[in-house]
């Protein structure tokens, strides 16, 4: 339990890092954090604090659909936001696009590490991970089709607010999926997980 509880939180850790390296990049993010970004603007609010709040209203929206949280479904919601806004707060804007793509380059593989790390600790899924498992089984529909869906409706909202699309969300979109992929297996803990008593 030990090894799973160090890979989890050094995944999320990670993985709030890598997105203020995207961020930084200012080249395009994600579509979820297109959505936050332009909520953070529309609002005054932090990154992080929009990611804890959108963390824990998709959160929410798991009861009907009848999913059960981890303590690493929990700690996705908290830990990401909050080291998102520290590492935002050391790592300063870039100029120049060399610089840019390299931050931008960094910030994937990264995400891609840091999401491989947590999800092989096996400890429960992130909130918007789960909200689309929950979908899938609750609709019967593909995993692509719900994904997608989601995906389209954030980056969609999150564009009209005025979060940053652009090449980074090009390559966020074509690479993320076969890096995990390729990382996964490297850090999927195997062993079952010990029941908490």
């Known amino acids: ?7 989890l939180y050094a995944g999320l850790t990670l993985y709030g890092v890598s997105m203020a390296l995207q961020i930084r990049a200012g080249l395009g993010l994600d579509p979820w954090d297109v959505f936050h ?12 604090t929009i990611v804890i ?5 998709v959160l929410l929206a798991w009861v009907p659909l ?21 590492a935002l707060s050391v790592v300063g804007d870039v100029h120049g696009l060399g610089y840019q793509l390299t931050l931008l380059a960094a910030g994937v593989f990264l995400n891609a590490v840091a999401g491989a ?20 089984r609750r609709t019967g529909k593909s995993v692509g089709v719900i994904r997608t869906s989601i995906e389209v409706g954030v980056l969609s909202v999150g564009f009209l607010l005025g979060g ?6 090009v390559v966020y979109a074509l690479s993320i999926g076969p890096l995990l992929q390729l990382m996964l ?13």
């Open 117 to 136: 790390a947590y999800i092989g600790a096996g400890l429960g899924p992130g909130p918007r991970d789960g909200l689309m498992t929950g979908l899938v």
């Open 185 to 197: 297996p490297a850090f999927t803990i195997k062993e079952p997980v010990p029941a908490l008593a």
């Open 37 to 48: 970004q332009g909520v953070s603007d529309k609002t005054g609010l932090s990154f992080g």
């Open 1 to 7: 339990m030990t090894r799973r509880l160090l890979q």
């Open 53 to 57: 709040i959108t963390g824990a209203l």
């Open 66 to 86: 009848r999913q059960m949280p981890g303590i690493g479904t929990v700690s996705n919601v908290f830990v990401i936001g909050i080291v998102v806004d520290i």
């Open 164 to 169: 940053t699309v652009g090449l980074g969300t």
